[in-house]
């Protein structure tokens, strides 16, 4: 920690903060479509319009940062964020709720678009360091985040949009007065250029990767609280609770200890074996085991997170900002399919089925890594982040 700027810290809080809104509505979706008399894909909305606006978002977000500058790209989806939670909780149905979520959705990618790369940029330790602490950072937030709604949504479904809009007030005046420009500015750039970048192989190639397997983090993440129906918000809180602390345990320790002795390739295929099989047990299983299933899955989500995000940065030839974006557009529209998609089909065919989808696409992910892992190896080398790769 002593090798990071007061300013990359305060980066890292106010990234706390914000992956704690994602996960913040977890406990209270049942809560909300009781209150509201809505259905579990209605209730879903407020993950796809979130997330949907965020995959959107991403392709301006980096280049507005380079046109006015990182700073005030983060401070303006912080604000955004801090007006549309608030509004949030004050909305009186599940259409103006969607809404709002949206809204919270494009600061928050206005946010998270530009402070990996602050963090990149202002650290002195290295892409290493910051990623994991930039991953430590989401983790942890998205490990609270439930915990907080539990806690309040206890009293209230309405509390912890409140809440969550005061924290991020708080992370809004952090970045505001410890957060400086970067002295060397990325130059202009448009939108195509993260489609220029989806050209390159590798970039595209770990990009559909990470699609697949966000549509199965987001199952475990968005649709999961809806099968534990009946369960009070403060279990389904701590249950979320902790697995977002193995979310980011195993992003930020076994990574780091794995990684060298692995290979980063070969490591992220052994490890979708592992998610694979927990899907499909989720599939089959519920009541308590599901409970115990949904953390345990916070290990494999933890690397996974980790592997693709460092994937994302040292395939790619382009600038930081454009290799994120560029992953980050892919994801998050993957992410933004799998709540309304879950949903519906949990409805029509089977609560359990959602998960065994899920399954099926990090399966096909698995397969295809195992087939043209060459290309991300290749690329590895040929930008010199690893001399070799155990799975090469």
Not at 191 to 207: E, G, S
Not at 216 to 244: D, M, R
Request: net charge positive; glycine share 10%.
């Amino acid at each position: 920690m002593r090798r990071f700027p007061v300013s990359v810290i305060a980066t890292a809080f106010a990234t706390f903060i914000a992956f704690m809104g994602i996960g913040v509505v977890d406990p209270l979706l049942a809560m909300i479509g009781k209150a509201m008399g809505a259905t579990p894909s209605q209730v879903e909305w407020l993950f796809t319009s979130y997330i949907a606006v965020m995959a959107l978002a991403m392709l301006i977000s980096g280049v507005l940062a380079t046109r006015i500058g990182g700073r005030r790209t983060m401070l303006i989806g912080l604000l955004l964020v801090v007006i549309f939670a608030f509004l949030s909780g004050k909305s009186p149905g599940i259409g103006v709720l969607a809404v709002m979520r949206a809204g919270w959705g494009l600061g928050n990618a206005l946010f998270t678009s530009t402070a990996l790369s602050i963090i990149v940029g202002a650290s002195s330790g290295g892409i290493a360091s910051s990623i994991t602490l930039y991953e430590a950072a989401l983790g942890l937030g998205i490990a609270s985040g439930p915990l907080l709604g539990g806690f309040l949504g206890s009293i209230s479904w309405r509390f912890p949009f409140f809440g969550t809009s005061v924290l991020m007030l708080f992370a809004f005046l952090a970045t505001f007065f410890t957060v400086k420009e970067p002295a060397k500015r990325e130059p202009p750039r448009a939108a195509k250029d993260i489609f220029i970048a989806l050209r390159h192989p590798a970039v595209l190639f770990n990009a559909l990767l990470g699609l697949c397997y966000s549509y199965a983090f987001f199952t475990i993440l968005a649709y999961s609280p809806l099968t534990l129906n009946g369960l009070p918000p403060s279990l389904l809180g701590y249950t979320y609770f902790a697995w977002g602390i193995l979310v980011a345990l195993s992003s930020v320790l076994v990574v780091n200890w794995l990684r060298p002795l692995v290979g980063v390739v070969r490591l992220l295929w052994v490890n979708l074996v592992g998610l694979i099989a927990v899907f499909i047990l989720a599939g089959f299983i519920h009541g308590f085991g599901l409970l115990i299933l949904i953390v345990i899955s916070g290990v494999f989500c933890g690397i996974a997170n980790a592997l693709f995000t460092t994937l994302a940065m040292e395939v790619s030839p382009y600038s930081r900002s454009i290799s994120s974006g560029a992953y980050n557009f892919m994801r998050w529209a993957g992410a933004a399919v799998a709540p309304i998609l879950s949903g519906f089909i949990g409805e029509k065919y089977g609560m359990g089925i959602p998960f065994l989808v899920a399954a099926f696409l990090v399966l096909v992910a698995w397969v295809a890594l195992w087939h043209y892992r060459h290309i991300l190896n290749d690329a590895l080398r040929t930008n010199k982040i690893e001399e070799e790769d155990v799975a090469g």
